[in-house]
Nanobody, 116 residues
Framework: QVQLVESGGGLVQPGGSLRLSCAAS????????MGWYRQAPGKQRELVAT???????NYADSVKGRFTISRDNAKKTVLLQMNSLKPEDTAIYYC??????????WGQGTQVTVSS
């Protein structure tokens, strides 16, 4: 049974920073893709950033230069450092872990609100 537990969301003013953390547990293939997605009210879930077990990263254009994804394979954790936050970054952020179509997992989500 694979579980993902996120933490680190909250309320921040525009221009501020937050760091999200996701810890994975269970029987996990060492070669995998971890990432962050977000869903704003009334919108579809969208990719924010992903990182392979080898460290290759991919970012949505809207967060490039502001967000940084990283991971610790030994600890089975993935982090998302979010800087220069904007009101449009407000959403529920979900951690994901996948290594095949049959093995795709999601966290419960953590709310990020950017508002003055």
């Amino acid at each position: 049974q694979v579980q993902l537990v996120e933490s680190g969301g909250g309320l921040v003013q525009p221009g501020g920073s937050l760091r999200l953390s996701c810890a994975a547990s269970g029987n996990i293939l060492s070669i995998n893709l971890m990432g962050w997605y977000r869903q704003a009210p009334g919108k579809q879930r969208e990719l924010v950033a992903t990182i392979t077990s080898g460290g290759s990263t991919n970012y949505a254009d809207s967060v490039k230069g502001r967000f940084t994804i990283s991971r610790d394979n030994a600890k089975k954790t993935v982090l998302l450092q979010m800087n220069s936050l904007k009101p449009e970054d407000t959403a529920i952020y979900y951690c994901s872990l996948t290594w095949s179509i049959q093995h795709t997992y999601w966290g419960q989500g953590t709310q990020v609100t950017v508002s003055s």
